[in-house]
């Protein structure tokens, strides 16, 4: 089971970006899935999550400016940022908790990473 990111670059501030986060696999039940971010020297922090019913959640910094949905039949969740900040430059990681066949838990899976940069 892998997760693949797609979509980051460089962007000029004020610009848009979506990222994609495909699961491939052995998947039984894809449940929660999220993206988080991290620039160096400083923790991976959560900037939004969406649950396997649809429901979302976001951190501070990026409400009313990012989105995350997903697309259950194609195992794909996205992240469409808009009104981008040069601080939202960092690398983006998907995270997705997955049933595989055969097994009773989920499996906290991440992605490897894509970075977004956010010119001024």
């Known amino acids: 089971v892998q997760l693949v990111e797609s979509g980051g670059g460089l962007v000029q501030a004020g610009g848009s970006m979506r990222l994609s986060c495909a699961a491939s696999?052995?998947?039984?039940?894809?449940?929660?899935m999220a993206w988080y971010r991290q620039v160096p020297g400083k923790q991976r922090e959560l900037v939004a999550g969406?649950?396997?019913?649809?429901?979302?959640n976001y951190a501070d910094s990026v409400k009313g400016r990012f989105t995350i949905s997903r697309d259950n039949a194609k195992n794909t969740a996205f992240l469409q940022m808009n009104s981008l900040k040069p601080e939202d430059t960092a690398v983006y990681y998907c995270?997705?908790?997955?049933?595989?066949?055969?097994?009773?838990?989920?499996?906290?899976?991440w992605g490897q990473g894509t970075q977004v940069t956010v010119s001024s």
């Open positions: 995270n997705a908790e997955i049933r595989v066949y055969g097994s009773a838990t989920d499996r906290s899976t």
């Open positions: 696999g052995s998947i039984f039940r894809l449940n929660a």
């Open positions: 969406i649950t396997g019913g649809g429901s979302t």
